[in-house]
């Protein structure tokens, strides 16, 4: 079993910033990336930004210059840094781990750009 606990999530201005954390446990053997999907109620949920444990990232266009994702392989954290916020930004984020027999979803933070 693997267990993902994020963190970081708040409320935050319009041109804000906000950084999440994202710590996986558990079996980890042959984890290979970890990632940010954020949610709206009643949506799909949509990808952010992803990251393999080499250091290869990708973003959703939205995002792009604005939010940065990094990862410490050594204490299998995922970061998503996430500057100059827009209202359009708020959702739950939810951390994923990507393991060769399945994946792991966390629980999900709230963000939440308002003036």
């Known amino acids: 079993q693997v267990q993902l606990v994020e963190s970081g999530g708040g409320s935050v201005q319009p041109g804000g910033s906000l950084r999440l954390s994202c710590t996986a446990s558990g079996n980890l053997f042959n984890l290979y990336a970890m990632g940010w999907y954020r949610q709206a109620a009643g949506k799909q949920r949509d990808l952010v930004a992803t990251?393999?444990?080499?250091?290869?990232?990708n973003y959703a266009d939205s995002v792009k210059g604005r939010f940065t994702i990094s990862i410490n392989s050594a204490k299998n954290t995922v970061y998503l840094q996430m500057n100059n916020l827009k209202p359009e930004d708020t959702d739950v984020y939810y951390c994923?781990?990507?393991?060769?027999?399945?994946?792991?979803w966390g629980q999900g933070t709230q963000v939440t750009v308002s003036s």
């Open positions: 990251i393999t444990t080499g250091g290869r990232t």
């Open positions: 994923k781990a990507n393991l060769p027999y399945r994946d792991y």
